[in-house]
């Protein structure tokens, strides 16, 4: 059986690995949303046609591959579970915020991302439409991006305080058996 501290590596390491797997995944967007959102249209007039091919091409993937953000979801999940089985006040506060982040990034991909891919799929032309339903998604994945970040400093910050609480505990276990 693990111990607390080796639990809440194991977790952290879940965590972190789910996260960035994410950030990858949004990131390759970045080529295509970063000229959608903080670019001059009339120096990339082509922006919005490749970014119309990409995420049509993205949408037309095979199954298997559609599959895999919910393989990472549940990488992530199974660390949230095991913060949570250990019930402490550290872990209702980080992994309490932490799954807050996450549903609300899960909430920003299925209220604005998707339905942008609707739009953007179920026609050809460069619509008005199309095109404010590409700034959509370039800003979802922009937010999504800093609820992941919100996540990883979070994980990062509880793993430092229960190492330090576990050093202080032990340190405090020697001094006893020293003065003993």
């Known amino acids: 059986m693990l111990s607390p501290e080796q639990m809440q590596t194991v977790k952290v390491a ?3 690995c789910s996260c960035f797997f994410a950030y990858g995944t ?3 967007d970045w080529a295509f949303d970063y000229y959608l959102l903080w670019a001059n249209p ?3 007039p082509n922006a919005v046609s490749r970014a119309i091919l990409y995420y049509t091409t993205q949408t037309q993937a095979p199954d298997i ?3 895999i953000p919910f393989v990472n979801l549940i990488i992530g999940a199974i660390g949230f579970s095991a913060g949570l089985a250990h019930f402490t006040e550290g ?3 980080f992994d309490g915020a932490s799954l807050v982040l996450m549903l609300f990034g899960l909430s920003t991909h299925a209220t604005s991302v998707r339905p942008g891919l609707e739009v953007i799929v179920s026609t050809t032309e460069e619509t008005e439409e199309v095109v404010s339903s590409l700034k959509n998604i370039a800003a979802a994945h922009f937010i999504i991006v ?3 970040t919100g ?3 979070l994980q990062i910050a509880h793993y ?3 190492k330090k609480t576990a050093q202080a505990e032990q340190r405090e276990v020697d001094a006893n058996k020293k003065s003993n």
């Open 65 to 67: 591959l559609k599959y």
């Open 14 to 16: 879940l965590i972190l």
């Open 146 to 148: 800093l609820a992941i």
């Open 91 to 93: 872990n209702i506060l």
């Open 26 to 28: 949004y990131w390759s």
């Open 151 to 153: 996540i990883i400093g």
């Open 42 to 44: 009339a120096d990339h």
């Open 160 to 162: 430092f305080v229960m």
